[in-house]
């Protein structure tokens, strides 16, 4: 039997997610045609509009369907960029954010854009005080709501607010927290002023038990946002290209059930969580848990295993059945140390020495129990000489 740990990675599709594909597959009409099935098609994709921004509490005109989080999130990078304000400059980047987005500024960095680097605590935590330091005269800002890697929560009230204060625009990265954390686009913009404070917040369908291939940018009405794909003028513009009703119509169904099943689940999920945790160390003394023990995902474990490959550990249990990652799944394939790990203050050694497993929907006390029973079999394995690790 197989054990899948890895939810932050992607999540099974909800059956109800997979009907309403199904059914709106079934529609023929492109939503721009303006024959009755172009807009049956319409109705329907605007209908999925009105729910996603519901359950955000954002204007339907603000919701931009997207093809997921790094398509969501070099829209917005990109775009807040190469559309700023006269006299602005720099990009405010905390050192932990996904590789999305830092591979994005990476790119503008190229093009002339200087970084303005904020650190992270030793939690994964962003400081709204570090980061109110980095903003005045910033052409842009960005920082996740809930770290992907470790799942500390972060204060993103706090960094929208001292963003509106500071004039800069602000992208949140909710790909991770969506689905675990409140979210109110409307309550994190407050009463900022036209094109500052938070403008965008990125979403993914597939994080939530939608299909992979669909989520969504909220751009507040008064952004200043450059397109990143030329052609027709759906969504405003921001987003050119037929759409992708039956994956939209799948997105609203996952974004209200999970919405729907957030407060229930994430007790649930925390339980199951804190039981993984307590388990692990009770098998291996020396793991210790990496990210706010308090303040983070409801359904992650990221621990540090000292002297261990966490590739090798990663190699052992899935050889065992049990699923879980090293890191955001961007870099699984590639064995580098995780940049969120050194970015906490921890040496290379140690950002190669951690497991992520992470909960959710279809999590249970059997896939707990999968992982503690093969834990101190893989850590005595992994670490040390003559392990049995993959080379
Ligand atoms: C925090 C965060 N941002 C962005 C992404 C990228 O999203 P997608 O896989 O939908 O492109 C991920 C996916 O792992 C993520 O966890």
Sequence with gaps: MRHYLDHAATTPLRPEARDAWLAASELVGNASSTHGAGQDARRLLEDSRERVAAVLDADPIEV??????????NLALQG???????????????DAEHHATMDTVAALAAEGAAVRAVPVQSDGRIA?????ERLPGAALATALVANNEVGTINDAASLAM???????????DAVAALGHVPLSFRGLRGAADAGSGLVALSAAGHKIGAPVGVGALVVARTANLTALLRGGAQQRGLRAGTQDVAGTAAFATAIELAEREREAESA???????????????????????????????GNAHLLFPGAVGESMLFLLDVAGV????GSACQAGVAEPSHVVIAMGRG????RSVLRFT???????ADVDAVLAVIADAYSRASGSGTGARS
């Design 64 to 73: 931009v369907f997207t093809s997921g989080g790094t398509e969501s999130i």
């Design 80 to 94: 807040l960029w190469h559309a700023r304000a006269a006299g602005t400059d720099g990009i405010v980047l905390p």
């Design 128 to 132: 709204a005080s570090d980061f109110a």
């Design 162 to 172: 001292v963003s509106a204060s500071a004039g800069v625009p602000l992208h949140l």
């Design 268 to 298: 649930r999920l925390a339980a199951l969580r804190d039981r993984l945790v307590a388990g692990i160390r009770s098998r291996v003394s020396a793991a210790v848990l990496l990210g706010d023990p308090h303040a983070r995902l409801p």
């Design 323 to 326: 699923a879980a990652s090293t």
């Design 348 to 351: 290379e050694q140690d950002a």
């Design 359 to 365: 909960l959710g929907r279809t999590s249970t006390d």
